[in-house]
Structure formats: C-alpha cells, structure tokens
C-alpha cells in the first residue's frame, strides 16, 4: 500500500510539474519589491471569489516591473469621486504589457515614478510603494494574467523562491453523508459506507504578521487507500461560461469549493465497506506540508 | 488730403470688418451666456427630508444628495466608495445588512444587493464591480438582477443604452448583452499593435455603440446595432493615445460621440457627413452633460495644481459658447430642462441660461 502510494505520489510530482512545464509562462520574473513577505496567496477565499493576485507586504519603497515592458493601462486615485471611472477596488494601479501576451498588474500603489515614460527595463523604478496608516510598511496587489490562453496566473510560479517556514495548519477535518449528518473522522471511527462531503479547514499562516494571516495553501489533495482523490492546486484560474475555476490538476469552481474563508469542500468521497485509509497533505508553496492520516472502519 | 482720409478711414472699417467675420466665429459668443444662480455650501450630512420629484442630484468631494432647485433645501449624505447617484435613487453601503443597498427615497424603497464591489451607475441601472475588476453584476434602479459577468481579464468600462449592456475588457474585447443576460455580441479588434479597450459608449436607444481601443494606433469604432452582427460604421483615429479609462459617451439622441482625448475632446458625428470637432482645453476632463440633443455640449475640466476648474459650452461644430471659471476642484455636472448644477468641492453652483431681456 505504502509503496503505491509513494508512486503515485511520485507520479502526482511529475504530472505537476509537466503541466507547469506546458501551462504556464517559461518566463522567470523578479520580485517587484526589494524584499517582501506573502499576504495573501492565489486562490484565497476574498472578496465574494477566488483572489486572482497575491499581496505582497513590503517596506514602502520602490516598486519595480516584474520583467521588462510597457505601460498598458492606468488608474489614478485622486482622492475625489470619477462619475465615469469604474470605482477604487486596486486604488492607484498599473498594468504593464510583457513579451508573449503577459501582463502583470500592479494595484494599491502609492504614485507612479515617472509619470509619461511608456517603456520600463526590469531595473527601472515602476511606482512607490502606499503606506498602511501608522506604518511604514504597505502592501502590494500583484495580478500576472496570460492574454494569449486567457487566465490568471499564480505569480510565485514565475517568481524566486519565497523563504517560508510555517507549515500549513489543518483546523479540523469533517465528513458529511448524504443525509446531512456530520462525523468527525478520527482514527478508529465507523462509518457506514456511501457518499460523503469532506469538508477541510484548513490555512497557511502567512509570514507577513506575526499572528500568522490565514492565507489559502498552495494544494489540498486527499488520498483514499493510497488513491489520489481529490487534488486542488492554485495554479491559475480561468472563467468558463462565467464560472470562475481554480485549474491545477483537475478543475475546481469557486461556489463549489468554498463553504467558508479556510473552509474546502471535496466531493463526492466514496467509502466502501472494509478498512479505509484517508490521507490529507496540505502544502504551501514553499514545499512546507502537513500530512494527516485516519483510519476508519467502514460498514455495509 | 480730406477726401484721402476719409477712403483711408473706409478702408481700415472695410477692413476691420474682414477681420471681425474672419475671426469672430473662434471667439466667445456671449448672446445667451450662462448666469450663475445661486451657491449652496454643503457642510455636512442632514436629516432625510421629504424629497420632491424635481429635486436634483448632487455628487461632491465630501457628500452626496438631493437639492431643491431654489436651492433652500437639500439632502445630503457622506460620500464613501459605495455611494452612487442618479436621479430618483442611489447606491449606498448599508453597515447594519453588511451589504450594498438601492435606496428609492422618493418613494421610501430599499432594495439590498448581495455582492460584493463597487457601485458604478449608468442611466439608471447599477453595475456592481468586484475589487479586482474581474466582474461585474447589473442591477436595475428596482433591485432587478439583470446581468452577472466574470471575464479573465480586468474590466476597463461598462455602459448602459436600450435594452444592452456593453463591456470593454484589458485584453481588447468587447462584449455586448442584453437585459436578459444574453451575448448580443462578442468584438475581438485587431487594428493596432497592442489591443485593449479604453472606453464603450452605447447611445440611449441602443442603436449605436462605441469602443476606444487599441494603442499604435488609438481608434474609435462606432458600431450600428441592428439585426445580429454589428455594423462598424466608421472608424476614426485618435490623434496621441491615452493609457487609462476614456471618457466616451453618445448625445441623448445619438447623433454625436464625445470621445476624451490627449489635448482635450473630439466630437464625432455617428452619420455622414463624417465631420469631426476638435475642442482644446487644458486640465482634466471632470464631466460633461449633452444639452438639447446634441445641440449644446457643456464641458466641466479641472486644473488640480491651479485648484480651479472651468465650465465650457460648445456648438456641435466645436466652436466655444461660452466659458467659465471657477475656484476649486470640479466633480460633476447635472443638467436638467432649466439649469445645470456644477459641484465644485463642497458647493452646489446652479447656473440658468439667461434669458433675452435679462441684465
């Protein structure tokens, strides 16, 4: 059983990272700040939807491009109400035009550099940086969409590595039957064969505050006997027939997936008489894992 | 010697006369000039009042609400992200439901909305935009649910005309609906080196709609709605380009197209004769208000670092009627049959054309 699972596992790894390969931008973009600390992550219960963008918190300062481009777009906030502007939701933003159809987009700015100048190296200051109130730190919204397959990109897929050393946190672990009640699955526990809703909550603390934000993790998946069942990774995000859908290895929709802020719902998960095994990994995006196993009892 | 000053003294009137015709019709007319009405300090927040239907909107730097026209009684509420106005309701964030709410105060009607953005309102239907841009939800003045739209690319501008509902997204399209939430049309550009819509107009009846976009070159497609496919009826070059959000809008009777521009505005004509205006102003274009069918346009511009703003009506031709200046930032401009109301910081200014006779 250990043995399979390990391939799979394995198997899983390699999948992942061919579809990386095939997905996504080849492109490695730099960090628009000089250092900075994940505040929200891809994917994250925000704003009645999934968060398209990371957040960034980060000293004030300078903002740089994440690679080099052209300004294709921007907002300014000027503190009085623009009957014809769309409304405030990134304050002052910028968008900027890459090679191959990338854009990245960069919002809750303070003020841009140079106001006029169109093209930006990757070493050319972009905009300032917007103070919290009472601190000197801000934080920076940061969008990658890919125009030529239409999606939203997780941005640390295409930037350096984040130091992280805070695990994800499992809060609690429910199981759902079709009637509606609810069990907590702990290792010993029986339950009667059939279809159940898992529902997991689960966060990632961020590193930007010391109480740990609850960010969403990088992947949930959910193995049963060894058999991936369920596998959400934040990859990239695209709307269909105006459903908005988590893409990783399978397809997840925003209405579906989330029955609250830290809140998953996997369904269906099928338990079949006999001993069941169920493994959930909960990983960020720095590799960081936490792993929690039951074992059930399951009867006709 | 008389009777050569005297021809030279015809000639110089011939003269100024040539000159006067020549030049006259680029200066200020001041036959029906605009006269300033009355000014209302708006210092607070004031308890409802029973609102009468002539009352007007206002939306300033600090508040928002309702004002009488002689200008004794108002209604007036604090300005936040959430507030949006038109003439019989508005659009506020409710701290008690925790969600956005249509307020009919004529009638004493509420009608909350569950989603979560920012109110943006065009002839008298609410599109909520998500805090990303991503999305958007059209509500009717009535609370109606017209329209939910999620897009993989950032929102630019959403407009309202007839029975459609056009949106201009980042990537360079532009989506057409109608008011049951069908796609009428789908508008993918490809005239310019980079494609992104700036701006959409839609002219009250739906007949016409309007898409700036594209950068190298920046273009203005106008589009004749009938049947399935649009017509693109006629494209026109902006001279410069801008990178953000352009104000475009049709006159009430769709005949003209205001399009924002890098120097200052161009009017053009929907129908043929294809003949373009260009007005000139300096500063940013604050509002404007189409009066009489297209037959006056009243354009109200700010100049932040100057803190003045300034008021000026154009002729279709784009020659200047009149014009106005102001201390303080301009917001908005309504118009109604007999007046425009300009809010300047926390004034209400109302100015009535002056009638023949007046002094």
Redesign the interface.
């Known amino acids: 059983m250990r043995d399979r699972r390990g391939k799979i596992r394995v198997l899983s790894l390699l999948l992942f990272f061919w579809s990386l390969l095939f997905s996504l931008p080849l492109t490695a973009f730099e960090w628009p700040l000089a250092e900075q600390r994940l505040l929200m992550s891809f994917g994250q219960n925000k704003?009645?939807?999934f968060?398209?963008?990371v957040a960034l918190q980060g000293e004030s300062g300078e903002i740089y491009p994440v690679e080099e481009g052209?300004?294709?777009?921007?907002?300014?906030e000027?503190g009085?109400?623009d009957?014809?502007?769309?409304?405030?939701?990134?304050g002052t933003m910028v968008?900027m035009?890459h090679q191959r159809g990338i854009?990245s987009?960069y919002?809750n700015i303070d003020s841009l550099q140079n106001p006029g100048k169109?093209n930006f190296r990757r070493e050319d200051v972009l905009a300032l940086m917007k103070p919290e109130s009472d601190s000197t730190e801000g934080y920076l919204y940061l969008?990658i969409?890919d125009?030529e397959v239409?999606?939203?990109i997780n941005p640390l897929l295409s930037l350096p590595s984040l130091d992280d050393r805070r695990a994800p946190v499992i809060r609690s672990v429910f199981l759902v039957d079709e009637s509606g009640r609810t069990y907590s699955p702990e290792t010993g526990s029986v339950l009667n064969q059939g279809s159940y809703k898992l529902l997991i909550e689960t966060y990632d603390p961020s590193s930007a505050t010391e109480n740990g934000t609850a960010m969403a993790p990088f992947s949930i998946k959910v193995y049963l006997n060894g058999v991936e069942m369920h596998g959400l990774s934040f990859e990239s995000i695209?709307?269909k027939e105006?459903?908005?859908l988590v893409i990783g290895a399978r397809e997840y929709a925003y209405q579906n997936l989330y029955r609250g802020l830290d809140e998953y719902s996997f369904e269906p998960l099928v338990l079949r008489n006999g001993e069941a095994e169920l493994e959930l990994v909960v990983s960020d995006f720095s590799g960081n894992e936490t792993v929690e196993v039951y074992q059930l009892q399951v009867r006709r | 010697m008389r009777r050569r000053g005297k021809i030279l003294l015809r000639l110089t009137v011939l003269l100024m006369l040539v000159l006067y015709i020549a030049i006259a019709p680029e200066q200020v007319q001041r036959e029906e000039p605009l006269l300033q009405e009355w000014v209302r300090d708006i210092d607070g927040s004031s308890a409802r009042e029973e609102l009468e239907r002539e009352w007007v909107p206002f939306?300033?730097?600090d508040y928002?609400g309702y004002i009488s026209p002689g200008g004794d009684r108002f209604f007036s509420m604090e300005?936040n992200?959430f507030?949006a106005i038109e003439s019989t309701s508005f659009c506020r964030y409710d701290p008690t439901r925790e969600s956005l709410l249509i307020e009919d105060p004529f009638h004493e009607l509420l009608y909350p909305i569950n989603?979560?953005?920012?109110?943006?309102v065009k002839r008298e239907t609410y599109?909520i935009?998500?805090?990303?841009?991503?999305?958007f939800l059209a509500v009717s003045r009535e609370g109606k649910r017209l329209l939910?739209?999620?897009?993989?690319?950032?929102?630019?501008?959403?407009d309202r005309g007839g029975d459609y509902i056009g949106v201009g997204l980042?990537?360079g399209d532009a989506y057409l609906y109608d008011e049951s939430g069908l796609e009428r049309a789908h508008i993918q550009s490809s005239d310019s080196r980079?494609e992104?819509v700036?701006g959409t107009a839609l002219s009250a009846d739906g007949r016409y709609w309007a898409i700036i976009h594209g950068?190298d070159p920046q273009l203005v497609s106008v589009y004749q709605l009938r049947g399935d496919d649009p017509k693109r009826l006629r494209v026109f070059a902006i001279d410069g380009e801008l990178?953000?959000?352009v104000?475009i809008s049709f006159s009430e009777d769709g005949a003209y197209v205001l399009v924002e521009t890098p120097k200052g505005a161009k009017i053009l004509p929907v129908q043929e004769p294809f003949k373009e205006a260009s007005i000139s102003f300096s500063g940013d274009l604050?509002?404007f208000v189409f009066e009489g069918d297209g037959k006056m346009l009243h354009v109200v511009t700010r100049d932040?670092e100057r803190q003045r703003s300034h008021l000026r009506s154009y002729l279709p031709d784009g020659s200047l009627y009149n014009e106005e200046e102001f201390e303080g930032?301009a917001?908005?401009i309504t118009a109604t049959d007999a007046a425009l109301y300009l809010g300047i910081e926390n004034r209400v200014i109302k100015i009535a054309r002056k009638e023949s006779g007046d002094a």
Not at chain 1, 70 to 76: A, M, N, S, T
Request: proline share 3%.
């Open positions: 704003w009645g939807g968060l398209k963008a052209e300004i294709l777009f921007v907002r300014r000027s009085l109400p009957k014809h502007g769309l409304g405030a939701g990134l968008v035009q854009r987009l919002g169109l969008q969409i125009s239409d999606r939203y695209v709307i105006g459903q908005s | 939306l300033l730097q928002y300005l992200r507030s989603y979560t953005g920012i109110p943006y599109f935009v998500s805090y990303d841009f991503s999305s939910h739209g999620s897009f993989s690319s950032p929102i630019t501008c959403l980042l990537d980079i992104a700036y950068l990178r953000r959000q104000v604050v509002d932040l930032k917001v908005g």
